[in-house]
């Protein structure tokens, strides 16, 4: 079952322009994770942010976490055209002394436009 | 090496036939993934092998059956599916999971399967 909502399900920006992806979600998290797909093919990790974190940079990304909000953005500066793909947020959740293979819960999405 | 491969790429079967998905990876990963996605929404997990051992299998129809040969390798045997288990396919794999060294999940590009 989803416990991700993302908000907007569709995003449509000029490059250059900033996009800014949300999500939410419902139970207790040991981290948090963005994935890039496009379309029809596998997914990209992006970025991975713990529980007890609160902000982490990569390159042209920048995510938040909000745990007392159940919540994350993702927020791509200065967007290109090869940014076009769905953005999906992906929580994980292990329980204590679980060792085995994690249980990632994925988002519904954003479909990200970048138009040249 | 950071590629999953997966093959076929395409495939199209008939509800009375037998066939498998196979899934590679030489990242030295020893949890990999079976999911299920379909058109716009976002992936489903399907089982977990964590040390070439089947720890998650989440409720899927036993018409899917999955197989870890060794630590490098994952089938996904298919027998008498429907037109609706027509979806993409995708594997992945990741190091160990545990509370405090969370891991990312590399993807593979998919098989994207056809039942008629």
């Known amino acids: 079952s989803q416990q991700g909502e993302e908000d907007p399900q569709a995003l449509s920006i000029q490059e250059g322009e900033n996009a800014t992806m949300n999500c939410s979600y419902k139970t207790s998290i040991n981290n948090l994770q963005w994935y890039r797909q496009n379309s029809g093919r596998g997914l990209v990790h992006l970025i991975l942010?713990?529980?007890?974190?609160r902000e982490k940079h990569s390159g042209r990304l920048r995510v938040t976490l909000d745990t007392s909000k159940k919540s994350s953005s993702l927020l791509i500066t200065a967007s290109r055209a090869a940014d076009t793909a769905s953005y999906f947020c992906a929580t994980l959740h292990i329980p204590p002394g679980e060792t085995s293979g994690s249980r990632l819960t994925f988002g519904e999405g954003t479909q990200l436009t970048v138009n040249p | 090496d950071t590629e999953v491969t997966q093959t076929p790429k395409h495939l199209v079967m008939g509800m009375t036939n037998k066939k498998s998905l196979k899934c590679e990876q030489h990242?030295?990963?020893?949890?990999m993934y079976w999911y299920k996605q379909k058109a716009k929404k976002p992936p489903e997990l399907m089982f977990v092998y964590s040390y070439e051992k089947l720890s998650i299998n989440e409720s899927v129809p036993s018409r899917f059956s999955p197989e870890c040969p060794n630590s490098s390798l994952l089938n996904l045997h298919l027998h008498a599916l429907q037109p609706e288990d027509s979806a993409l396919y995708l594997c992945a794999s990741s190091l160990p999971q545990t509370p405090l060294t969370p891991y990312e999940q590399y993807f593979g590009p998919g098989t994207r399967l056809t039942v008629t």
């Open positions: 942010i713990r529980s007890n974190e």
């Open positions: 990242m030295g990963h020893r949890a």
